[in-house]
């Protein structure tokens, strides 16, 4: 009976080894990728500015027409802007479970200026110089038999994050063209708003409810990790953000005639946000880190994470990073107080010889799951009153500059909240399963991400948990000029998403 018992434990660890013979080529998810090209360029090449509805609607219709093509049924679900697009397709299996998956399609304002290419949206390939430098070579090197992994695809939003747009849609292709069909539903949410908060989008979510109904939601977006192997992120940070203005004089005042007796706000605003951390980077606001702990078991699960802090680093241009936590894992765990930007008067060859009117400082706070922002913008705000500052949410009137020394306009506002879900969760395993068997090795598993993405709506209003599928390279210049894509990681993540759907579902 115990020989027995072996044989077949041996043999259930053998059957459940994939069968090279069965797995496709390498050379396959090229071949897809090469084929898919065409139509990515077609979708870069759409301006994808939420500011501007009408090249948010041609992107609409282009997705529309190309999920009904691969067997989708689609639907506009209409906020008060743009609309968000539901596409589904049902597995023949009508007990099947349900995945939602989040795809964003807009992408940051482009300054062509900037670029080192004619249009951001016109996209083109590039290799590495000996030298280091980015340089064009013809596209139609990309139908060649060889291809070279470490060509690069520049246009505005390759990475970020239509790039996994046209991914999921070339691995749709895949199974396609096998005749194979998924073991579970598929309901495709796009967003068109993402990048600039995507306000209209919790609303949606109550508001379509029922449409949107899942049992997990994958999200494809964001960079693998810096090492560049299969992960899974299976939380981010939410955030919200803060507007500071500091007043000085009505008008910008001579420094010659003033500058020794008006209060500079410049200066005071750059003290008030001094006051605010320490020189490690910790904010010193009390309070501020309360409520989080982590415990030995949730900190063996941050070192497993194969950081290496000299690269990141050197790749930062940086001596070292702050010392909000020992580990840069570990400081992705605790609410940030990040200024994002500082404007006063002029600089470069504008520069004036003034004492400036007014100085303004854009403030984003990443929030972790344990953190309310409502009280983290209410420590800010009351430090802010704490520092001799009489606070408003709009412009002071005359009689208030004569009867406030110190005057702050702050705003704020809270665009989504942190989530975070359980590695062996049915998701987690799930796509821990998927992509060991696309890479054979287990993929890094990352329990929060830096960033914010808008996923906290889906799963507080629909309760279901949440698993982020990053693909892209970590070094894409995303939100910056000259945003690119590795052609290796794009193939790479059409192999991913592949996977991911021939994966049983139990």
Same mark, same amino acid.
């Given at each position: 009976?115990?020989?027995?018992?072996?044989?077949?434990?041996?043999?259930?660890?053998?059957? *459940?080894?994939? *069968?090279?013979?069965?797995?496709?080529?390498?050379?396959? !998810? /090229?071949?897809?990728?090469?084929?898919?090209?065409?139509?990515?360029?077609?979708?870069?090449?759409?301006?994808?500015?939420?500011? $501007?509805?009408?090249?948010?609607?041609?992107?609409?219709?282009?997705?529309?027409?190309?999920?009904?093509? @691969?067997?989708?049924?689609?639907?506009?679900?209409?906020?008060?802007?743009?609309? %968000?697009?539901?596409?589904?397709?049902?597995?023949?299996?009508?007990? =099947?479970?349900?995945?939602?998956?989040?795809?964003?399609?807009? +992408?940051?304002?482009?300054?062509?200026?900037?670029?080192?290419?004619?249009?951001?949206?016109?996209?083109?390939?590039?290799? @590495?110089?000996?030298?280091?430098?980015?340089?064009?070579?013809?596209?139609?090197?990309? $139908?060649?038999?060889?291809?070279?992994?470490?060509?690069?695809?520049? =246009?505005?939003?390759?990475?970020?994050?239509?790039?996994?747009?046209?991914?999921?849609?070339?691995?749709?292709?895949?199974?396609?063209?096998?005749? !194979?069909?998924?073991? !579970?539903?598929?309901?495709?949410?796009?967003?068109?708003?993402?990048?600039?908060?995507?306000?209209?989008?919790?609303?949606?979510?109550?508001?379509?409810?029922?449409? %949107?109904?899942?049992?997990?939601?994958?999200?494809?977006?964001?960079?693998?990790?810096?090492?560049?192997?299969?992960?899974?992120?299976?939380?981010?940070?939410?955030?919200?953000?803060?507007? %500071?203005?500091?007043? +000085?004089?009505?008008?910008?005042?001579?420094?010659?005639?003033?500058?020794?007796?008006?209060?500079?706000?410049?200066?005071?605003? =750059?003290? %008030?946000?001094?006051?605010?951390?320490?020189?490690?980077?910790?904010?010193?606001?009390?309070?501020?880190?309360?409520?989080?702990?982590?415990?030995?078991?949730?900190?063996?699960?941050?070192?497993?994470?194969?950081?290496?802090?000299?690269?990141? #680093?050197?790749?930062?241009?940086?001596?070292?990073?702050?010392?909000?936590?020992?580990?840069?894992?570990?400081?992705?765990? $605790?609410?940030?107080? #990040?200024?994002?930007?500082?404007?006063? +008067?002029?600089?470069?060859?504008?520069?004036?010889?003034?004492?400036?009117?007014?100085?303004?400082?854009?403030?984003?706070?990443?929030?972790?799951?344990?953190?309310?922002?409502?009280?983290?913008?209410?420590?800010?705000? #009351?430090?802010?009153?704490?520092?001799?500052?009489?606070?408003?949410? @709009?412009?002071?009137? /005359?009689?208030?500059?004569?009867?406030?020394?110190?005057?702050?306009?702050?705003?704020?506002? /809270?665009? $989504?909240?942190?989530?975070?879900?359980?590695?062996?969760?049915?998701?987690?395993?799930?796509?821990?399963?998927?992509?060991?068997? =696309?890479?054979?090795?287990?993929?890094?598993?990352? @329990?929060?991400?830096?960033?914010?993405?808008?996923?906290?709506? !889906?799963?507080?209003?629909?309760?279901?948990?949440?698993?982020?599928?990053?693909?892209?390279?970590?070094?894409?210049?995303?939100?910056?000029?000259?945003?690119?894509?590795?052609?290796?990681?794009?193939?790479?993540?059409?192999?991913?998403?592949?996977?991911?759907?021939?994966?049983?579902?139990?």
């Amino acid at each position: 009976m115990r020989l027995l018992s072996i044989h077949i434990f041996v043999l259930s660890i053998i059957t *459940s080894i994939p *069968s090279f013979s069965q797995l496709p080529s390498e050379q396959i !998810f /090229t071949d897809y990728a090469q084929k898919s090209l065409p139509q990515l360029k077609e979708l870069l090449a759409i301006p994808n500015d939420a500011h $501007y509805h009408d090249d948010i609607e041609i992107n609409v219709r282009w997705c529309e027409e190309h999920f009904r093509k @691969r067997g989708f049924t689609t639907k506009r679900l209409d906020t008060p802007a743009v609309p %968000l697009l539901l596409a589904e397709r049902q597995s023949s299996n009508k007990n =099947a479970r349900t995945v939602l998956i989040y795809l964003q399609v807009d +992408g940051q304002p482009v300054d062509s200026s900037f670029w080192s290419q004619d249009n951001p949206y016109h996209a083109v390939l590039k290799e @590495r110089s000996p030298d280091g430098d980015w340089q064009i070579i013809d596209w139609g090197l990309l $139908y060649e038999e060889e291809i070279d992994p470490e060509w690069r695809i520049f =246009a505005r939003s390759t990475s970020d994050s239509k790039g996994a747009v046209n991914m999921f849609l070339t691995a749709i292709d895949m199974i396609g063209d096998e005749g !194979f069909d998924p073991n !579970f539903h598929m309901k495709v949410i796009m967003d068109f708003e993402e990048e600039i908060g995507s306000p209209n989008l919790p609303a949606a979510v109550q508001q379509f409810k029922k449409e %949107l109904s899942s049992e997990m939601l994958v999200i494809f977006d964001g960079p693998r990790h810096i090492q560049n192997k299969p992960t899974l992120t299976f939380g981010a940070r939410g955030i919200s953000t803060i507007t %500071l203005k500091v007043f +000085g004089p009505y008008f910008p005042q001579h420094s010659g005639h003033y500058g020794n007796y008006i209060p500079n706000p410049a200066v005071r605003l =750059a003290q %008030l946000i001094a006051s605010m951390k320490d020189e490690d980077g910790r904010v010193t606001i009390p309070g501020y880190y309360d409520g989080i702990h982590l415990s030995e078991e949730v900190k063996a699960i941050l070192r497993a994470v194969p950081d290496d802090e000299r690269e990141i #680093n050197f790749k930062m241009g940086i001596a070292k990073g702050d010392n909000v936590a020992p580990t840069y894992q570990e400081s992705l765990q $605790y609410p940030s107080l #990040n200024v994002r930007g500082m404007l006063s +008067g002029w600089v470069g060859d504008e520069k004036r010889t003034i004492v400036p009117s007014s100085a303004t400082a854009e403030i984003d706070v990443r929030l972790v799951l344990e953190s309310d922002p409502d009280r983290l913008i209410s420590l800010i705000r #009351n430090h802010i009153i704490d520092q001799g500052y009489h606070v408003l949410d @709009r412009t002071p009137t /005359t009689r208030e500059r004569a009867q406030y020394s110190r005057i702050c306009q702050f705003n704020s506002a /809270t665009n $989504y909240l942190a989530f975070r879900t359980d590695f062996d969760s049915d998701i987690g395993i799930w796509l821990d399963k998927a992509l060991t068997k =696309a890479f054979q090795e287990t993929p890094i598993k990352q @329990r929060t991400s830096g960033g914010s993405i808008p996923i906290s709506p !889906f799963v507080n209003e629909l309760g279901i948990p949440a698993v982020t599928v990053p693909t892209v390279n970590r070094d894409n210049n995303q939100h910056s000029p000259n945003e690119n894509i590795r052609l290796g990681n794009y193939i790479d993540g059409i192999k991913t998403i592949y996977y991911i759907l021939k994966e049983p579902l139990d």
